[in-house]
């Protein structure tokens, strides 16, 4: 049921940015104590608090009007951090040659995470390079997130 409302309000938030400059990164509908649905967007430069917000509104009238969710939920529109999670093929693509956090489900070579550049995508195969040499299966990986030093 979730990943259902999760493409349909994906789309519904594709066509409310599409004449924008506005990228929709991802959305997520969970269940934590209660139900949320969580819209992630970004754009050159930054995401700002006004966008949001008019994401937001807008969806929240769509919603309504089509009944969508029949559970109570919590709507967050939101910029998806300088940590993002990665998870899509344009995810890969546009985040190649930046330091990038993996974690396996089970260990590999040894070690449950790894830190890397990102240098490859390889749909075909479905799997990411880091640093130019060390093909990952993303069956193998829970979570590709951009690295942050502090």
């Known amino acids: 049921m979730a990943k259902h409302i999760e493409e349909a309000v994906e789309a519904i938030v594709q066509e409310i940015v599409?004449?924008?400059?506005?990228?929709?990164?991802?959305?997520e509908y969970v269940k934590e104590r209660d139900w949320y649905l969580r819209v992630y967007l970004d754009?050159?430069?930054?995401?700002?608090?006004?966008?949001c917000q008019?994401?937001?509104?807008?969806?929240?009238?769509?919603?309504?009007?089509?009944?969508?969710?029949?559970?109570?939920?919590?709507?967050?529109?939101?910029?998806?951090?300088?940590d993002r999670?990665?998870?899509k093929a344009r995810d890969f693509e546009r985040e190649q040659g930046k330091a990038v956090d993996v974690t396996f489900?089970?260990?590999?070579?040894?070690?449950?995470?790894?830190?890397?550049?990102?240098?490859?995508?390889?749909p075909g195969k479905n799997a990411i390079v880091l640093?130019?040499?060390?093909?990952?299966?993303?069956?193998?990986?829970?979570?590709?997130r951009l690295h942050i030093d502090f």
């Open 85 to 87: 999670v990665l998870k």
């Open 131 to 144: 640093d130019g040499e060390k093909e990952l299966p993303l069956e193998k990986i829970a979570q590709v």
């Open 18 to 27: 599409q004449d924008s400059n506005l990228e929709v990164v991802d959305v």
């Open 43 to 51: 754009k050159e430069g930054g995401i700002e608090i006004d966008d």
């Open 105 to 122: 489900y089970a260990p590999v070579d040894g070690k449950k995470t790894w830190v890397g550049t990102l240098t490859g995508y390889d």
């Open 54 to 82: 008019r994401v937001s509104e807008t969806l929240e009238q769509i919603l309504d009007e089509k009944d969508l969710l029949t559970e109570a939920y919590i709507l967050e529109v939101s910029s998806p951090g300088l």
